[in-house]
């Protein structure tokens, strides 16, 4: 049996709970759970916010940790390596998704926690837990520090979810690119776009996050309440990426937009935005695009251009008892940015 933390059911708190995982299979690496984020997405779904939470429970899918035993047939990993494991855990492997290594869009995919499986109790059950048995193709190399070890894990989903889009639409040198919101996905963002050598500015309601923006990396900040800020940019980004999950007004940065740009969402609100003027796209042959994390290929590309650029998350470590306090804290926006539970304190 292997302790974890999740819940019974919507309206009980995540408690200590014992699992079962299976033993390796030929393909198969075991993992030994250092650390792993907190996502908004696992509040949702352990809550039961989104529809067809399974219980029990057990969320977490910003895995990180030491491999501690390997199928027969592994070849990409051994005893001792530092790995990771985010949000896909399976998928059908056949599809032109999966050719394409953006397993990400497979009809099949397999969620981390909450996805089908033959093991018990019937679906996945994610990274709040003392260890992992994932297929070999799923489990990322991880190239940084291992000090650094806590700090990676947010990667392995507020990364990706950034980095993806900002690598698909080319953010780069003579590219200038917006990031609005400064959260758990946003500072990542700023951090990334920042490295990859854009020219980056951060959105906020809140003026008083100017600095902490800049300190991430951006050049500069906008206060999106500040009308005269925001028609200061019209017509000049190539690229906005929107990690904001609330519904909003998102004609405020298409005006932004250069002829051809794009406004990417990557926040998942509860309810749908309000619709869009359809002039603030044709007049300018504007897009709004989404993206979902990204593909094994990827996230792996991903980890080592982090592992490159000394960039890691801005965490918060906590003790998994207080992964109840955290969801309460996460709805108020009190984190900077991103949680990340010890899973030592799970024994």
Known sequence: MTIAFGNLAFDEPLKRLEIERRQPGPDDVRIDIAYCGVCHSDLHQARGEWAGTLYPCVPGHEIVGRVSAVGGAVTRFKTGDLVGVGCIVDSCRHCYQCDDGLENYCDHMVGTYNGPTPDAPGHTLGGYSQTIVVHEHYVLHIKHDEDQLAAVAPLLCAGITTYSPLRHWNAGPGKKVGIVG??????????????????????????????????????????????????????????????????????????????????????????PHPSPNVFNLIMKRRSIAGSMIGGIPETQEMLDFCAEHGIVADIEMIRADEVNEAYDRMLKGDVKYRFVIDNSSLS
């Open 182 to 271: 400064i959260g758990g996905l946003g500072h990542m963002g700023i951090k990334l776009a920042h490295a990859m050598g854009a020219h980056v500015v951060a959105f906020t309601t809140s003026d008083s996050k100017r600095e902490e923006a800049k300190q991430l990396g951006a050049d500069e900040v906008v206060v999106s309440r500040n009308s005269a800020e925001m028609a200061a940019h019209r017509q000049s980004f190539d690229l906005i990426v929107n990690t904001v999950a609330a519904p909003h007004d998102l004609d405020a940065f298409l005006v932004l937009l250069k002829r051809d740009g794009t406004l990417t969402l990557v926040g998942a609100p509860a309810t």
